[in-house]
């Protein structure tokens, strides 16, 4: 049975919501993950950018676990014909403690 892209892209994304959260510092309760289709063409790989604005001066940078993770997405993509110039994957803590992620992708016109 083939999976529709959404099936294929929930595991990745649990994937890489629990990836970021592990590469982010412990007192950073959110973070978002922007990534850009290489100018090359979708499928060429990723730019990676790991960010909180409350802590601009630091420094965090895309483990091997986020690295294999956006690379299945892009290849689920491809896969799908499903694509996309740049994704924002954000991750963040809700009161109780619980991280919870959104994905928002941006594709060309």
Not at 11 to 28: D, H, K, N, Q, S
Request: glycine share 6%; hydrophobic share 40%; proline share 5%.
């Amino acid at each position: 049975m083939v999976q529709s892209l959404q099936e294929e892209q929930s595991p990745i994304f649990e994937r890489l919501a629990y990836a970021l959260v592990e590469a982010t510092p412990e007192w950073w309760s959110s973070a978002e993950l922007e990534l850009v289709a290489s100018p090359d063409g979708f499928g060429d790989g990723l730019d990676h950018s790991i960010s909180n604005s409350d802590y601009p001066r630091d420094l965090v940078m895309a483990t091997d676990e986020i690295i294999e993770a956006t690379r299945a997405l892009e290849l689920a993509s491809v896969r799908h014909g499903d694509a996309w110039s740049r994704c924002l994957f954000k991750i963040g803590q809700d009161p109780s403690g619980h991280w919870r992620f959104s994905v928002a992708f941006e594709r060309d016109a």
